[in-house]
């Protein structure tokens, strides 16, 4: 099982990236797919989650209107759209697969913002 999350780099405030999170090892298209992130020094925050069919999608306060979640089942993929991006979005993310009471985590990408 691998969950390999990319994308993440430095860019300044009010600009955009794209996180991609490639999956494999096991049936991608029954698991809900989300994303946390984690900022030094506070506590992990749930960022986006999107169901199983793409039918569903949920957001967090701090980024709704800005981060767009979709998968592409074909590609065993999962993005997660960032605009406007803010200083206060620089954070480690990390995506995860949910199917249950079975998770799985994949390693972290980067994202700073900042001018």
């Known amino acids: 099982v691998q969950l390999q999350a990319s994308g993440g780099g430095l860019v300044q405030p009010g600009e955009s990236l794209r996180l991609s999170c490639a999956a494999s090892?096991?049936?991608?298209?029954?698991?809900?797919i989300g994303w946390f992130r984690q900022a030094l020094e506070k506590e992990r925050e749930g960022v986006s989650c999107?169901?199983?069919?793409?039918?569903?999608?949920h957001y967090a306060d701090s980024v709704k209107g800005r981060f767009t979640i979709s998968r592409d089942n074909g590609e065993n993929t999962v993005y997660l759209h960032m605009n406007s991006l803010k200083p206060e979005d620089t954070a480690v993310y990390y995506c995860?697969?949910?199917?249950?009471?079975?998770?799985?985590w994949g390693q972290g990408t980067l994202v700073t913002v900042s001018s």
């Open positions: 999107i169901t199983s069919s793409g039918g569903s999608t």
């Open positions: 090892g096991f049936s991608f298209d029954v698991y809900n």
């Open positions: 995860y697969a949910r199917k249950g009471l079975r998770t799985y």
